[in-house]
């Protein structure tokens, strides 16, 4: 098996933290870069038309993209630990905190560098300075209040975890290197220092 990733972005880094917690080996990584337009070769295209990252490339030559489904036949194959949830019940709030911290935390992460940041510009033409600097604005709403969450509860779905961690850990990375966002510099003591726990997991120190 083949994971396609690229360096830095915050969807392939998600998938990599959720296999390093779940110590999954035998998957080998294949680093596309974006930056010079090898998601769009036709080589890759050929195994995702969306030309996105990341991808997981089956032994059979069958190809698995998005991020969540990846992650889901990952947590069916190796159930162990468990971190998208042991029952329906669970299950579905667990997915419903990684879709708020996905469609939400992360997008609006991604949309404010995609639109701001001189590096992004060939990924984003053209680019929409007030855009990307109103969806920096929005970032902070989701972020502040995820730090009131954060201040009743220890993980981001509750006390433990989840793939929902993966997610928003992934989203506050981005933000902190391209957005230079700081939870702590902007009063929000908790999700800094849920951050800081974060940042001290193997999975988030491998995934670098």
């Not at 990733?5 to 990584?29: C, Q, W, Y």
């Not at 036949?73 to 971190?83: A, K, S, V």
């Amino acid at each position: 098996m083949k994971l396609y990733i690229s360096s830095h972005a915050p969807n392939p880094r998600r998938v990599s933290m959720f296999i390093l917690e779940k110590g999954i080996t035998g998957i080998d990584t294949v680093t596309i870069d974006i930056l010079k337009g090898e998601q769009r070769t036709e080589s890759f295209l050929a195994k995702n038309p969306l030309g996105r990252v990341p991808a997981l490339e089956f032994d059979d030559g069958r190809v698995l993209s998005e991020t969540r489904a990846i992650c889901t036949w990952l947590e069916g194959r190796h159930p162990e630990p468990n971190l998208m949830g042991i029952d329906y019940e669970e299950r579905a709030f667990i997915e419903m905190t990684d879709r708020r911290m996905e469609l939400h935390l992360l997008l609006e992460t991604a949309h404010s560098a995609r639109h701001t940041h001189p590096a992004l510009a060939p990924l984003e033409q053209p680019q929409f300075k007030d855009y990307g600097a109103a969806q920096a604005d929005k970032m902070r709403i989701t972020a502040r209040w995820l730090d009131q969450v954060l201040a009743r509860q220890p993980y981001v779905a509750g006390e433990r975890f989840t793939i929902a961690d993966i997610t928003a850990f992934c989203a506050i990375e981005f933000a902190r290197g391209l957005l230079k966002f700081r939870p702590g510099e902007e009063g929000m003591a908790h999700l800094q220092a849920w951050r800081d726990r974060i940042a001290e997991r193997p999975s988030a120190v491998g995934s670098k």
